[in-house]
């Protein structure tokens, strides 16, 4: 079995770095968050006190992290992974960055003999410890073939995008439009429910309906719950509705702005780390309501 590194063991690397080990393989990690990285130990993840020294004699690097400025130093920092790494290392970035991050870091690795491929994925965390998530990537032929026996450790479906930065370019577009279904969602809803309507009436009518979708159904396990468990931070979902309209910014995209606004206005409320779903508390005080006693009362 190979040698692997993880670079990155949050909620969603933590998932996927677990199936690699399950696999057989023997994964070396780093991640500055040591409770993380101990929780791994214990299933028998060899820990690192740098990126570096964890990519020291990994056939194949795995990356997720937060943002780009992390990711790039992380790969070629002082400490990073091209510092420890063998020459002709493939990296794999599973974070979500822009499609320019990508192919500056693929133009680094490839200089230096390696290979990069960009493929973050959806399928949240629950998805990334079961193995099946969706992972869109961007790479050559050659490279995607070479990294699939592991992607297949962690993806229930491959999809391949095109070239370096395809990957994140479908990535980015797929989250502003379930930001907009979000904020969407939720804004009728709570104008529906204030109207008079019953919440678990309307969302069974949506749900049978054209108005149906993956995240009104996901509201059910999120947004619907007293919990409201924050499987997605809201903060997450901020960089990459930030990091699609950089990409898209010359092509007007009036409904896109209006979500970001939205988004604006829940994390100047506090509601950062909370998950994606719960900028809809804008909505539940504006009308002065809240959709989880409307679920509980029904």
């Known amino acids: 079995m190979a040698t692997l590194t993880f670079i990155g063991v949050g909620r969603m690397g ?26 791994l130990v214990q299933q028998e993840a060899i820990a ?3 990126p570096a020294k964890a990519a020291q004699g990994a056939e194949a690097v795995f990356t997720s992290l937060p943002n780009p400025a992390i990711l790039r130093d992380a790969v070629e920092g002082p400490d990073g992974v ?15 960055v822009d499609p320019e991050t990508a192919r500056a870091l693929a133009a680094t690795v490839e200089a230096q003999g ?29 490279d995607l073939a070479n990294v699939r026996p592991y992607l297949e450790k962690i993806a229930a479906r491959i999809v391949h995008c095109g070239p370096v930065g395809s990957g994140q370019l479908t990535k980015l577009s797929h989250n502003m439009l379930v930001a907009i279904n979000t904020v969407a969602a939720g804004e009728v809803l709570a104008a ?4 008079g ?45 930030s990091l699609c309209l950089k990409e898209f910014g010359q092509f007007p ?11 604006n206005a829940a994390r100047a409320k506090g509601l950062g780390g909370q998950d994606s779903t719960g900028v809809n508390e804008i909505y539940e005080e504006l009308f002065g309501l809240q ?3 409307q679920t509980k009362e029904n």
Do not use: C, W
Request: aromatic fraction near 6%; avoid cysteine; charge should be negative.
């Open 14 to 39: 933590s998932g996927m770095a677990a199936r690699l080990l399950g696999a057989g393989h023997t994964v070396q990690i780093f991640d500055p968050n040591t409770d993380a990285v101990d929780a």
């Open 291 to 293: 959709l989880i006693a």
């Open 82 to 96: 091209l510092a420890g790494a063998a020459a002709g290392v493939t990296i794999v970035d599973f974070s979500t």
């Open 197 to 241: 309507g019953d919440l678990e009436t309307l969302t069974e009518v949506f749900g049978a309906g054209l108005a149906g979708s993956k995240m009104l159904d996901h509201f059910g396990k999120t947004l619907f719950t007293e919990e409201r468990p924050p499987l997605f931070a809201l903060d997450l979902m901020h960089k990459d509705i």
């Open 253 to 263: 995209m009036p409904l896109s702005q209006l979500v970001m606004q939205t988004y």
């Open 48 to 50: 690192a006190s740098s």
């Open 192 to 195: 529906a429910v204030k109207a």
């Open 114 to 142: 390696g290979h990069f491929l960009d493929a973050p994925v959806s399928g949240g965390v629950a998805g990334a410890a079961a193995g099946t998530l969706l992972t869109m990537v961007g790479a050559s032929d050659e």
